[in-house]
């Protein structure tokens, strides 16, 4: 299983950038992705979550109303549409995806199974 995330980038406060990630080696149709990001010195930490089947989302606090979390089951792609962009966001941006049929979503990263490598995110002020 791989997962590719790509789409970062410099952008100005208030501005918006997509993030997508990349699925391949397995079909992900009933389980989770979800992106996770880190800034230096801080701990990995959740953003949003999305199951595959239903396509049923879960959002972090700072996430909500600026982020959009979606899939592409027929292209094994999942996008994060970053709105109103703030610089406190940012950070690398990881997406990794649960291992097991029917996991549940989770913001937890210790439950997620497959991580991509980092994507990284930089917003001016």
């Known amino acids: 299983v791989q997962l590719q995330a790509y789409g970062g980038g410099l952008v100005q406060a208030g501005g918006s950038l997509r993030l997508s990630c990349a699925v391949s080696g397995r079909t992900f149709s009933s389980t989770v992705t979800g992106w996770f990001r880190q800034a230096p010195g801080k701990e990995r930490e959740f953003v949003a979550t999305?199951?595959?089947?239903?396509?049923?989302?879960y959002y972090a606090d700072s996430a909500k109303g600026r982020f959009t979390i979606s899939r592409n089951n027929g292209k094994n792609t999942v996008a994060l549409q970053m709105n109103s962009l703030k610089p406190e966001d940012t950070a690398s941006y990881y997406c990794?995806?649960?291992?097991?049929?029917?996991?549940?979503?989770?913001?937890?990263?210790?439950?997620?199974?497959?991580w991509g490598q980092g994507t990284q995110v930089t917003v001016s002020s």
């Open positions: 999305i199951r595959w089947s239903g396509g049923n989302t």
């Open positions: 990794a995806a649960r291992g097991y049929t029917l996991a549940p979503m989770s913001n937890m990263s210790s439950q997620y199974d497959y």
